[in-house]
């Protein structure tokens, strides 16, 4: 499922990302609730005021004295008068002294500091000037002289104290005849053994169970829920499932879901022609209870004018299961009905409860299944893809079904005939999400024009932004990893990894931007690159023609049926699904390729000196780290990471 919002989930670090400045927002932090008094309440300041005052006063008594004992003797008294007057000197004098070092030692450090900067933290004590070039030996130049001010002087020696950004200029040519190079040398070569297998045994412990229950079923007498989901065929996923789960939690009947047409999508596709309405009805009527259609009585009320059209404005990011019982059970109650409109990504994944995370994961993974057109399209491409194999994948019969299935198999193959391995890569560099990313990619200002009116048509609240907010630049996104991956760099990704010049790469996505054109890089290096439109006759394609979302689903097939799969964009949610799908059903044996970006986008920029031989290591060990067989993080999507004791059980 190719086509989806840029606008979704991101990222994978827990660190305040410079996405969030561009997007306006990102999830609302919640204060968390103060148990006791912080360092900086009444209470504890008291106690820090009290502990000073206790400090100062024993120094104070230690100059001058105890103010309480007896002075009955003159002679004593004048004697002790003297000391303390000592005392006193000597105390300011030290305190004088001790600031004058303190104050001489940070000077020191910042000179040092300074002078490393300019040498480039040379190890040698007393390195050699570089040789300054002479105006007058260089042709057509002239000696001209030039007054500086000491502030000019103290700009330029901040300057330089800085790490200088390097630039991205939209090329790699260098790295890409490398990769040339060692592609051709390495066409007989084995690859390595972890591109085709999950590198860990962990991995094979991890079993399904979402489809287990311990409670009894809903039967939404509270009212009805209707939904229009917007985005593309991936975020109106999410949005089902979640809002399965607010009508289980509200007691509430669930209307079949509607999906929003979109101008960026164009695409008038409903929930009946991309899922099984009457397996999604009945698989989860122990859960909720779900109807086609609202009451009679209730379809003629104006929802807006009675405040029962909730939009996604209304409804923060992520909301906690309280919200919607403090907000949205009430309006239920008093007026039989409540709209979503535009729903999307709006319950929060922790804190919820066990039994509604469970069934989260048992909307996603059991209760969605594609209508038999889809079915039968998707495993035609597979079988092609796979080359008339003889053996399924283990996630083929819950995408497919297991009567299409069996289209996969190819019947007069023999039990020596292998099937043919393919590598699919989601390369999300669709226009929206160039669009949408703010970043450069090597276009000149045809580019930029192009991006900016596509922004000003489709993203109208993000080209306000742009004008009126001080945005980070594409250097900056590129270097915090915030840029999707071009072509150039997908592929140097996978030449990098060591796959062979001979493997069958399925490319999923739309309309990629640049066009062909932009392919070149991929085709030239990986000739065996292929797209739906590639494997599928015209008259196989022709259902589905004008209808973006259920092209989408091929892809979505395509990619998690694959032998290994390459994510291009960690935010995008197909990407998301797909790698979830995979671990779900794919019992430990398929593996999915996820690089740091951040990390990526560092290798690339030395482009102009990193040699191939180092550029693989660094590949290769970045891929490497992502694989780890974690248990899904607080916070973070049950579709994207599945291993947690609400989805899947663990054998271990």
Excluded at 422 to 431: D, P
Aim: net charge positive.
């Amino acid at each position: 499922m190719s086509q989806e919002r840029p606008d979704e989930e991101k990222p994978e670090t827990c660190d305040v990302r410079v996405q969030d400045r561009i997007h306006g927002g990102a999830t609302p932090v919640q204060s968390p609730t103060r148990i006791g008094p912080t360092r900086f309440s009444e209470v504890a300041g008291e106690k820090i005021r009290n502990t000073g005052s206790d400090f100062i006063g024993s120094i104070w008594s230690w100059i001058n004295g105890d103010p309480n004992r007896n002075l009955k003797n003159p002679v004593k008294r004048g004697k002790r008068k003297r000391i303390r007057t000592a005392k006193t000197a000597v105390g300011v004098i030290a305190l004088v002294g001790f600031f004058i070092f303190v104050n001489w030692f940070m000077l020191s450090q910042l000179h040092e500091g300074r002078a490393w900067l300019r040498r480039g933290f040379s190890k040698h004590r007393n390195p050699k000037p570089n040789p300054k070039p002479n105006p007058d030996l260089i042709p057509g130049t002239k000696r001209v002289s030039v007054k500086v001010s000491a502030a000019s002087v103290q700009h330029v020696e901040k300057k330089k104290m800085g790490k200088p950004k390097k630039k991205y200029n939209g090329t790699y040519g260098r790295l890409l005849a490398y990769a040339a190079h060692a592609l051709a040398e390495g066409q007989n070569k084995i690859e390595p053994k972890e591109l085709w297998r999950e590198p860990k045994d962990q991995a094979l412990a991890w079993k399904p169970c979402a489809d287990q229950r311990s409670w009894k079923p809903n039967d939404g007498k509270n009212g009805y829920i209707m939904v229009t989901a917007n985005g593309g065929i991936n975020q109106q996923r999410v949005a089902v499932c979640n809002i399965v789960v607010v009508a289980r939690l509200l007691n509430a009947t669930l209307v079949v879901p509607k999906f929003m047409f979109s101008d960026v999508w164009t695409d008038s596709s409903q929930f009946e022609d991309i899922y099984q309405v009457e397996h999604f009805i009945k698989y989860l009527s122990p859960d909720i209870r779900i109807v086609k259609n609202l009451p009679k009585e209730l379809q003629s009320l104006d929802l807006e004018a009675i405040g029962s059209l909730v939009t996604d404005i209304d409804v923060m990011k992520e909301a906690k299961p309280g919200f919607y019982m403090k907000h949205i059970l009430p309006l239920l109650l008093k007026n039989r009905v409540v709209h979503f409109f535009g729903f999307g990504n709006r319950l929060a994944f922790d804190p919820i409860p066990f039994e509604l995370q469970r069934l989260r994961c048992r909307c996603n993974f059991h209760a969605l299944n594609f209508i038999p057109k889809i079915q039968e399209t998707g495993a035609i491409l597979v079988r092609r893809l796979r080359d008339s194999g003889s053996h399924l994948a283990p996630v083929d019969p819950y995408l497919v079904g297991p009567k299409f299935a069996s289209f996969i198999l190819d019947k007069k193959a023999g039990p020596l005939h292998k099937a043919a391995k393919y590598l699919a890569v989601h390369l999300r560099f669709e226009i929206d999400m160039v669009a949408h990313s703010l970043c450069y990619f090597g276009g000149g200002d045809a580019e930029k024009t192009e991006l900016s009116a596509y922004r000003e048509k489709h993203f109208p609240t993000l080209a306000n932004l742009t004008k009126t907010k001080k945005m980070p630049s594409p250097e900056d996104l590129r270097t915090e990893g915030l840029c999707p991956l071009s072509p150039e760099e997908a592929v140097l990704m996978l030449a990098g990894l060591g796959f062979n010049r001979k493997t069958r790469v399925f490319v999923a996505g739309a309309n990629i931007y640049g066009g062909t054109k932009r392919l070149a890089a991929l085709t030239s290096l990986y000739p065996n690159l292929v797209t739906k439109e590639n494997v599928l006759s015209e008259t196989e394609l022709e259902p589905f023609k004008n209808h973006s979302s259920q092209l989408a689903v091929l892809d979505f097939i395509a990619c998690a049926a694959s032998d290994a799969f390459a994510m291009t964009d960690s935010g995008s949610q197909l990407s998301s699904l797909v790698s979830g799908y995979r671990i779900y059903y794919g019992a430990g044996k398929m593996p999915t390729i996820r690089p740091n970006k951040r990390r990526f986008s560092d290798i690339l920029l030395k482009n102009n000196t990193i040699e191939w031989k180092v550029f693989e290591q660094r590949v290769r060990k970045n891929v490497r780290q992502t694989k780890h067989v974690l248990v899904r993080p607080t916070g973070r999507s049950v579709y994207r990471y599945p291993r947690c004791k609400e989805c899947m059980c663990n054998e271990d």
